[in-house]
């Protein structure tokens, strides 16, 4: 009971978050496009997002074991816009860019390895996956 | 491979954004605008192209404060797609970089986000490497912006139909476009 209760607080600890994070970024949005938004927009937009990133986690912890990993690569990424191309395609360009910008190649080859998140992601000469 | 090869058709699509001037953040908005338009490209390129009428409606009925801009507004309108098309191929390298300004348009701190991610695990091994957790942001940060852009069509719509116009964008916007949001992500 306890526990339900400590996670559920955490839960709502991390919506709140989230839900400031949303906040400043649509008050900036609107300014761009002279808009405004109810607050009630906002807090709905971050149930939306907040569902959202609750299932692409799932997502793409299933995809990974899938491939018999238990890290997370750029390809399960990928994965999650299997079903539309435009989204696929600035993904795929925003990958090329983090490459770039890494400035050795890429690693793309699911060789999976345990790597810490905090480490960079290039490693290997392997060209462009897919 | 050349960005420009890939999709000149579908950055011709109009963006969202009304015929006002962007001012310092030109660079950023152009970044978004073709990354909006190529993630629409999948199913609402349609649905872009009413909104460019809507919005030209909707300046005109607004308020008596606009109207100066009527005119100028179409001529403004081509005039800024073009500005855009060739920012779109020069710009990115030059500002992409800049840390500053990707902090600052991310909606969802990458910090926030990662927590967000392992705390929805099943299995409390699971790790995710660098490269695909700022894929991840990248993916969220489309989805934000899709969901305002959305929602700014949605309110337009609602606006031409003699609801409310009163500039804000309502929970009643983002309940319409979420069914169509969710399955295009």
């Not at chain 2, 962007?22 to 909104?51: D, E, H, L, Q, W």
């Not at chain 2, 710009?91 to 392992?118: C, G, K, M, W, Y």
Request: net charge neutral; with cysteine; hydrophobic share 35%.
């Amino acid at each position: 009971m306890a526990s339900n209760e400590a996670a559920a607080e955490r839960e709502e600890r991390l919506k709140s978050a989230l839900w400031y994070a949303i906040g400043q970024f649509v008050d900036d949005e609107c300014i761009n496009r002279n808009l405004n938004a109810t607050p009630r927009f906002i807090g709905a937009l971050t149930e939306l997002v907040y569902t959202q990133i609750a299932n692409t986690s799932r997502d793409l912890e299933t995809f990974s074991k899938h491939g018999g990993r238990r890290v997370i690569n750029t390809d399960d990424v990928m994965l999650l816009t299997r079903r539309n191309e435009g989204l696929e395609e600035v993904l795929k360009k925003e990958l090329d860019r983090l490459r770039a910008e890494e400035g050795r190649g890429a690693d793309a080859q699911p060789k999976k390895r345990g790597r810490p998140s905090g480490a960079g992601v290039a490693k290997g000469k392997g060209k462009a996956k897919q | 491979m050349p960005p420009k090869t890939i999709n000149p058709p579908k950055r011709k699509g109009p963006a969202f954004k009304p015929p006002r001037p962007v001012n310092a953040t030109k660079p950023t908005a152009t970044k978004r605008a073709s990354a909006t338009t190529a993630a629409r490209a999948a199913g609402v390129t349609k649905k872009a192209t009413t909104s460019r009428q809507n919005a030209q409606q909707a300046t005109t009925i607004i308020s008596s404060s606009e109207s100066e801009d009527q005119g100028e507004a179409p001529r403004e309108d081509s005039d800024r797609d073009e500005l855009m098309d060739d920012a779109s191929d020069d710009e990115p390298r030059d500002h992409q970089p800049a840390p500053a300004q990707a902090t600052q348009t991310s909606p969802i701190p990458s910090q926030l986000l990662n927590r967000l991610l392992h705390e929805n695990f099943e299995d409390e091994g699971t790790q995710i490497q660098k490269g695909a957790m700022n894929l991840v942001e990248k993916y969220m940060d489309i989805f934000v912006r899709e969901a305002i852009a959305r929602a700014d069509v949605e309110r337009r719509a609602a606006a031409k139909e003699g609801g409310i116009m009163d500039g804000f964008l309502h929970v009643e916007d983002l309940e319409k476009l979420a069914p169509q949001l969710v399955l295009d992500f």
